[in-house]
């Protein structure tokens, strides 16, 4: 089974207020990530867990937070949504290694208004 | 950092007709996955092709790995195609992908 499951689907949010998604895999993976995608560009990594560890890429360090309870389950935390936030946010995973392919979860669309 | 050029950006086909997608990158990647994203945006990993070809259907990827380019071919397009098709190397020996801008496919009838 290679599915990576996402919760929920679509999430409208109101400026200033939080956000959480979530994530879920099977397959025992070491390694999650969450990317942004907005329509039109390229989908953009915001951080990534290997095991426990925690990165986040400089640019969007202070925007989003991030937790993973166990090796299945890994969250995306906004703080205060603004409307730049708006977006489809995509959790993927992989096993850690130079060759091991990335599996995507069907997505959620939030909505921030 | 790892830089991605795909060419063209978007692509009109009339059905039937082939199409050649193409993705350069800037520095040796150990890791290279071609997507093709839905129009409700979901991503599908079409390949997972570091290097080497590799077929599935009337798909078809080759990636020269000293070369840094990567090719996707679609054979017999049919209108279900229509979508756009992200590659996406990695950086160097690491965990991230890059994607590219993407080509955006049209088939039509």
């Known amino acids: 089974d290679t599915t990576v499951k996402q919760n929920p689907r679509y999430k409208l949010a109101r400026v200033g207020k939080p956000v959480n998604l979530i994530c879920s895999q099977t397959?025992?993976?070491?390694?999650m990530y969450w990317y942004q995608k907005k329509p039109n560009q390229a989908p953009k990594l915001l951080l990534f867990?290997?095991?426990?560890?925690?990165?986040r890429e400089a640019d969007t360090f202070e925007k989003f937070q991030s937790s993973r309870p166990n090796n299945s389950f890994c969250s995306l935390y906004i703080g205060s949504a603004g409307l730049e936030y708006s977006a489809m946010y995509l959790c993927?995973?992989?096993?850690?290694?130079?060759?091991?392919?990335?599996?995507f979860g069907p997505g959620t669309r939030l909505t921030v208004l | 950092g790892q830089q991605v050029q795909q060419s063209p950006a978007s692509l009109v086909l009339q059905e039937g007709e082939n199409a050649e997608l193409q993705c350069n990158f800037s520095?040796?990647?150990?890791?290279l996955q071609w997507f093709y994203q839905h129009p409700g945006g979901r991503l599908v990993s079409l390949f997972y092709?570091?290097?080497g070809t590799k077929h599935t259907g009337r798909l078809t990827s080759t990636t020269v790995t000293n070369e840094r380019r990567s090719s996707l071919h679609i054979s017999s397009s049919q209108t279900t195609d229509s979508g756009t098709y992200f590659c996406?190397?990695?950086?160097?020996?690491?965990?991230?992908?890059?994607f590219g801008e993407g080509t955006k496919l049209t088939v039509s009838s």
């Open positions: 996406a190397p990695n950086q160097g020996g690491s965990a991230k992908l890059i």
């Open positions: 520095s040796t990647a150990t890791r």
């Open positions: 397959m025992n993976h070491d390694t």
């Open positions: 092709n570091p290097s």
């Open positions: 993927a995973s992989s096993r850690l290694g130079p060759s091991y392919e990335q599996y």
């Open positions: 867990y290997y095991d426990k560890i925690l990165n």
